[in-house]
Nanobody, 125 residues
Framework: QVQLVESGGGLVQAGGSLRVSCVAS????????MGWFRRLSGKEREFVAG????????YYADSVKGRFTISRDNAKNTVYLQMNSLKPEDTAVYYC??????????????????WGQGTQVTVSS
């Protein structure tokens, strides 16, 4: 069983930056692909960014490309999402997720086996 715990959410003004982190339990984190998803109010959960087990394969949603950066530190069992130039439409609950079967980056929500509890990010205009 893998537990994922997000942190770093909060309130920020439009144009500002925020970094959210996700720490995973267990000794096999380095084998997992990791992803960040978000749920905007009243909408389905959507893909934001994903990173393969080695950190060399990375995908971004078009809506965040050029503004958000995903990274991972396998020694710390942690994945990060650096969010710059934030917009009010980025306001959402952000979730990290782990894909444990292949370790290959994926945008498909159903490929992820484990989920964190989420952290709220609010961007004021």
């Amino acid at each position: 069983q893998v537990q994922l715990v997000e942190s770093g959410g909060g309130l920020v003004q439009a144009g500002g930056s925020l970094r959210v982190s996700c720490v995973a339990s267990g000794r096999t984190f380095s084998r997992y692909a990791m992803g960040w998803f978000r749920r905007l109010s009243g909408k389905e959960r959507e893909f934001v960014a994903g990173i393969g087990w080695s950190g060399t394969s990375i995908y971004y949603a078009d809506s965040v490309k050029g503004r958000f950066t995903i990274s991972r530190d396998n020694a710390k069992n942690t994945v990060y999402l650096q969010m710059n130039s934030l917009k009010p439409e980025d306001t959402a609950v952000y979730y990290c997720a782990a894909e444990s079967r292949r370790g290959m980056v994926t945008m498909r929500i159903n490929d992820y086996d484990y989920w964190g509890q989420g952290t709220q990010v609010t961007v004021s205009s």
